[in-house]
């Protein structure tokens, strides 16, 4: 058993950890922080932990984080930079669910995410936490970044097209669609039941801060800089991503073999049979990316279907998955979940 | 291990046993029947379960249901009834999802389901599956009768009330919102999205299949016959049963103590604190149960807020409880499922 | 052409008036007032408002309301009680959307809604807004109290029991189910489409603003006091209230004949065949209730059912319809809209 | 006023064309043809057209279609080829919101639609009715076509580009989502809302038969072949169509002021600001198309949003709007539909 943290444990992506991490079989969970919850039992605030979780919000000062084996960063962009280094001087490894670590330039993160960044040496040594790309590195990092979203189902469904250099690299689409618990679990006004539901809308089509990331990931599959229009959009449901991608194939290749074969053996990528349309609630609940390739028409351009749980695979999961593989316990535990359908 | 078959995998409730008993620790997946699927793996009608469950669809006649320790009916009414005579006869154990032997008085049993009923004999040695009332007798069962949906969350709601003696048993009014699952994986015009979504409804108030089923199992616990206005209404969402139970108080008592101490021990009971309203998510995909008690301003109504998955505790979930109970296992066995929320 | 002023136009109520203000044939949008978005054309904030609604908002100071034959107050509860005084004095004609002037008994306001009443005089004089009860006094309103969404639904539901004295009037059971626009447009957490899609709960169950306001009206009803369980849930979907009533009767009646006979003549109200599940998405977008009486297995117990869509005959558009009364207008004016389904 | 009759009520297409039919200021309603509902009212199977229709479904031979001026067909593909000749032979004209008369090769149509066309000399004088390009046309027309739902949003949104030649014509992509209401009123498993909701999937990736539609009109606009792919997706509400498109700029040009000028004076095309994100909510309900432009970052991909209600502006709406061209009445009578938002 290791002894567990977690920063932040009121968001989605924090109450999702807790209940993956009350299952897993090698974890001690220590402490949930909260600054603005502090005292209050953990399962006061999310109900569907009753039984689940016995411990109650402490403040960071009271966490006793330094005496963890890992600690994770469910909090907003921004908040781990500042506490990772005292972390990892202190023997403890980080994962980071937000975005601090994920993009290797510096000024490129600056400029996106509008912060001066608090920690550049640890960005230098973090680890981009895509196991199916980064598995053996992800085992001795210290600082693990954690990808978004997007990122996960765009790379997991462009990755064999683009390694292969079978497509122009130059003119990437990604059209992707996020249930709306992808925003996150702030009190405003657009994610509201009676604006967002029976809605649908794209957003952040000028420049959407998973762009960076997708195409950092992109460019090192291809060896060169890539091209990517990327157009999030809102759709009404609580959890998945659909990620449609295309591109032009310059090159005649048997595709469901190149997907199979670069997804064989991975435990959290299924490549489903050609002529699948794979439905995100396939994989709710679940740490499971499915993905189908198509070709229409036998035409030139490929069509990639990409489908996550964005609180799973896309943000929780993926988080367990490399602690799994940072800490050498078998990569799907915690994770045997059978995806919730209907 | 013993091994299980399930007759009947095409609906709501054979897909969600599948999902629990697939990573149930006890169990070996024999059989699973559907006439019309023969032939085509599980996994090509519910992706979810890809990876999961590797059984092909089979026909009655060919699943060697015989061979099994025990057979799960997820069949539409009137199924089981034909079947479980033979099955119990080589030994099986039959545990049936429909309403075959859940009414004891087989008039009224037919008048409701509109049918001759082929097993009245096993209607009488027939088990009334709800563990929190007959967990004793459930241990021995040959034919169990898992309860109904509805039934489920009004009866563990209106329990200790009507056991205590406590409310006025000719008056009481249970108004019941089910999530659509709940009619079932049947191609009709009236569940469709368009025509279910953003609309809520009543539906059979002149009366429904799930009244003389509630009456029956308050009955014995009231010593006497009960008086039941019970109002199911259809509400836009997947999963998930709210039951609102009314009840005029006769007399002046600890409700909250009341609820605690009778369900105390319970696994898949939860007695919220005093003043809470349970939400469905709270126990969406889960077994859990969890009530609320309330008397609003201090009056002689009593309001009980009582809320389950309708395919789980509500079905398969329940069913599995059972299977635990009458062989044996784990009360909690394959149920360790942390409610998915949001 | 009469002057017509909103005071908040930036709610869910503002919008919905809006959408049926623009399309009146004798109304001329004078001024739509917000302090925080001054200046912000309304279709920028509402685009379904585009080519429709030209007017920026304004701050109060620049609206010039009293130039306005009428106001409408589509805003928080406590605002229109500070202002009213000012625009009578003036001759203009107040109609408050909130509750400001909907209890007669000031004391019992102070007590339900935790703040001292600015006008009290200007309570003895308002009219409340229930056309179906009031229409007299409605012509002559100088301060007209649109009631409340809940209120009006159950009114309209148990009026003709209460009035006729044909159900005990101690024991009324009021069970309320709200699309979550009623909760209006504030930024909260639990109203986020991640926490209250595919879920259900009760609220408000020791005691809600609306229960005195129905107490109020079924007791004029009446001729004494009633007594009144009144449970408001929360149901995923946007717009729409579906109440579900509870009475017992006290003597034998031909409840269809009853309340067709009340409701002749009535616009908006529609009494459906004997028999009938009225959906709420049968009056999606329109101004109309339909009722629907069972008496269940003939029993003592009667079953209403109620539907309106909440911010059209549960606010916006009764509102638009006391309008056409106080100012003699046809009473469809700008309400001859068919409602939306699906 | 002139006598309209409707051929096949009971589907989503039937119910919008009568909300919309039954308030047209210049339209009598004549007949509503149903062979399975013959002698039912109307209301009786739409509650929200009580008080609105007051007629019963006849048989089509009953109905003496004959005698109107204008007959719509609201049935399935293939239906209105096998009635139209003999209705135009008695100067009747017809409207078919089916796919008959979209193809103008037959062949093409034939291999898509899989059916022999019945009335391939009606295909060659059908107008095709997307009143934007082809208003004069329609003006005369006999057999007027009506666009599905996809090939309205995609077109509208490509057109302007197209015509103008500012795009390869070789590699367009049309990425596009629509609510479940355009899978129609039908019995089907897939579109029930367990599994529609919470849920996003493309579907018909290999090939849909709005694809030969689309590349027909946009060819007319291009004057020659064009190459598109397209995908279609279900997303989890009920109504609207949301088309991302996406083409590879030529030549700089101010985008804006492009779709600006192009749509200058149409009364159901809305090109919103520079930086918009159209919801389609925010066309619900009404007859309006918005579109919005985007070039991200610069590049020379150009993203263009475009919104429609998929059973309006897709499909009874853009029905009426033609009647009212091919009548000579005001384009938007009956179609002053403020859209319902929320």
Redesign the interface.
Known sequence: MIKVGVVGGTG?TG?ELL?LL??HPRVELAAITSRGEAGMPVADM???????VGLKFVTPQDAQLERCDVVFFATPNGIAMQQAAELVAAGVRVIDLAADFRIRDVAEWEKWYGMKHAAPELVAEAVYGLPEVNRAQIRGARVLANPGCYPTAVQLGFLPLVEAGLIDPD?L?A?A?S???GAG?????H?????????????G???HRHLPEIRQGLALAAGKAV?L???P?L??????I?A?L?G?LNKDVDLQALYEKRYEGEAFV?V?PA????????????NMC?IAV?R??G?D?V?V?S?IDN?VKGAAGQAVQNLNIMFGFDEEAGL?I?????
């Open positions: 989605y109450v209940r009350s299952r999310f109900p569907s932990l009753r039984r689940r003119h689409i059209d669609k249930g709306v618990s679990r702030k009190a405003e006004v994610t509201l039941l009676p604006e967002a539901a029976d809605s649908f809308k794209a957003y089509v000028p420049g091209g229009t990327f157009v959009h759709t009404p449901m609580i959890r998945g659909h449609t295309y032009r299924d489903m002529g699948s349309h794979p439905e995100t609630r396939s994989v709710r609940a679940s499915r198509h229409p028409q035409g351009t069509v279907l489908v609180l045997d059978v995806p919730v359908s209907p």
